[in-house]
């Protein structure tokens, strides 16, 4: 949600109603995400590997001249990889989840909530600033919840060094009890010139 040029720090400026924006994406996900809080929305464990062939002999899933090394872990973003293919999603989720996750990945939506929402220089000019970053935060938090995505997602964000000054923070606190009941729906979105019915011209 931006626009307009870069700045000196290279970032572009916020759209003014960007905390607005970034709401609706948050509501939009945590209904196609189901209840990803649910104890049992954890994915089933993968399926084992297939058996050595211990005479070297070559077999499926073999690795050259059909050993495996039991000693090597399997890569992390390989397997997170192959469990955002296979697992389901949590309870209640929608039929249009994967395609939904599948975006955010190819789109590099999560190093833009990081580097050009959470870091952005003009993010405190915006309409509501404190809630732009709790919901930048909450979002990125729910997407790594995922049981199929959620571990690519930890991958990708681990990766950016920004993420770890709001990890493991809790932003609700910077947003007081009379932004926590603002509508945005009932707001003019904060527009300079207002076109009012009761306006003059």
């Known amino acids: 949600p931006g626009g307009g040029r870069a700045d000196a720090s290279g970032a572009k400026p916020l759209h003014q109603d960007a905390a607005f924006m970034i ?6 996900y945590t209904d196609a995400l189901g209840d990803v809080n649910n104890p049992f ?13 211990p005479f070297g002999m070559g077999g499926e899933g073999g690795a050259e001249g059909g050993v495996h090394d039991a000693r090597t872990a399997p890569d992390p973003a390989m397997v997170a990889l192959e469990k955002s293919k296979t697992a389901p999603g949590a309870p209640g989720s929608a039929h249009s989840r994967a395609a939904l996750l599948t975006a955010v990945q190819v789109n590099g939506t999560l190093s833009f909530l990081v580097s050009d929402v959470l870091e952005n220089s003009t993010a405190n000019s915006v309409m509501d600033p404190a809630s732009l970053k709790v919901h930048s935060v909450d979002l990125l938090k729910l997407l790594s919840k995922d ?16 993420w770890k000054k709001y990890s493991t923070q809790d932003h609700s606190l910077f947003i007081t009890g009379t932004q926590q009941t603002a509508d945005y729906f009932l707001t003019d979105g904060g527009a300079k010139d207002r076109k009012l019915l009761t306006s003059g011209p």
Not at 41 to 53: K, L, R, S, V
Not at 147 to 162: E, R
């Open 23 to 28: 709401e609706i994406l948050l509501r939009v």
């Open 41 to 53: 929305a954890a994915a089933p464990a993968p399926a084992p590997a297939a058996q050595e062939d």
């Open 147 to 162: 049981p199929g995505f959620g571990d690519l997602f930890a991958l990708t964000l681990d990766q950016l060094p920004a």
